[in-house]
Structure formats: C-alpha cells, structure tokens
C-alpha cells in the first residue's frame, strides 16, 4: 500500500513538471554558440527579443518581466532566476534630466568598464561600451552594455545588463547586436529614429 501511495505522488511531480515546462525555449543546438542574433518578436522588457536572449545566454526557464519607472525614465528586469538573466534600463534628455545627467551616468560607467577590458561600440551606436566585468558575483550580472544616442533630436541612454552567455559565444558581439536592437525598438515605441 506504502508502495503504490508512494508511486501515485510520484507520478503525480512528474506530470505537474512536464505541465510547467516552458515551451519557448530554443531547442538545444550544437550551432547555439554560432548562430546569429536576430530580431523577432516577443520582447522581454519592451527591447530585447526573447528568443535572441534565450539563444545567446541558454535561459530555458519561464521569464516574465518587472518594469518601474516612467516611458521617459525607468528599468525593467525578469527576476524568475537568480541572479536576474536581463535588466534594462533606459533614460532620456526631457523635463528635468538633461544631457549632463545621463552624460555623467555613461562616464562613470565608462570608467569601470576601461579599468576592465570593454569595448567601445560600433560608431552608428551611439558613446558607450560593452564588457564583462569581472566582479559579476556581487551584481549577479557580469555582462553590460550600455548607450548614449540621439533619437528625434534628443539624447537617450540604454543599459543592458545580462548574467550568462552560452560557454563559447562571442558575449560582446552578442550584447552589440542586441543593444543594435534595443535602439531600434526604442527608435519605434518613442516614434523617433536613432542616430538623428
């Protein structure tokens, strides 16, 4: 009798795992290290496609997303797996933030991502820099990038910042290509086009 409870309950995790099982990941590729990041809805947290996301960082779990915030000044993160696998946040030059402010937010970030090896960005994405930050287990989120652009005559910044890539993956063209994607969603929710 012990025996067949103990089956049934058995039986029963079994089916409530399968039944939570999220089915958008991406199926395991040994391409996943080489395959391109593209643009293609949904998005997580409004400017990172979450199929690109769960390809260059192999996240296979439910994600959902938390944003606080205004359009004009927030972040957004999906907290579902500790440490969180994306945050974003995003500013811009309006009301009382002006283009010093998020200027002193970017040089800040610029120096430690210097002391640190980053990147500085293709020109057509504005200032800002990508890196892998060695202290990661204290954010949780080693990888950063981050954006100063124009879009509509104003200046905007984006920060994204990640807690794993996939073990052989180009982590700082990832985060070029989905920061190149970012500012383009940006540029069509805020109705402006990035780089003017």
Known sequence: ??????????AAIMIFT????QEKAPPPSDSSS?????DSAPYLCTFVPEYA????SGVTGPL????????????CRTPDADPNPLSVAWSQELGGRTE??????????????????????????????AV????????????????KFSCGGKKRLLSLSFAQFVKGRDAIK??????????????????CTPGR
């Open 1 to 10: 009798m012990r025996i067949r409870c103990l089956l049934t309950v058995l």
């Open 18 to 21: 399968a039944a939570c099982t």
């Open 34 to 38: 080489t395959d391109v990041i593209r």
């Open 53 to 56: 996301l769960r390809l260059a």
């Open 64 to 75: 959902t997303e938390r944003a606080g915030g205004t359009k004009a000044d927030g972040e």
């Open 100 to 129: 010093k402010d998020l200027d002193y937010i970017l040089d800040d970030k610029q120096k430690v991502f210097g002391r640190h090896g980053g990147i500085a960005l293709p020109v057509g994405l504005g200032e800002g820099m």
């Open 132 to 147: 892998h930050l060695p202290y990661g287990l204290f954010t949780g989120q080693p990888y950063e990038v981050v954006a």
């Open 174 to 191: 990832d985060m070029t290509e989905l920061m190149r994607i970012a500012q383009k969603r940006y540029g069509v929710l805020y109705h």
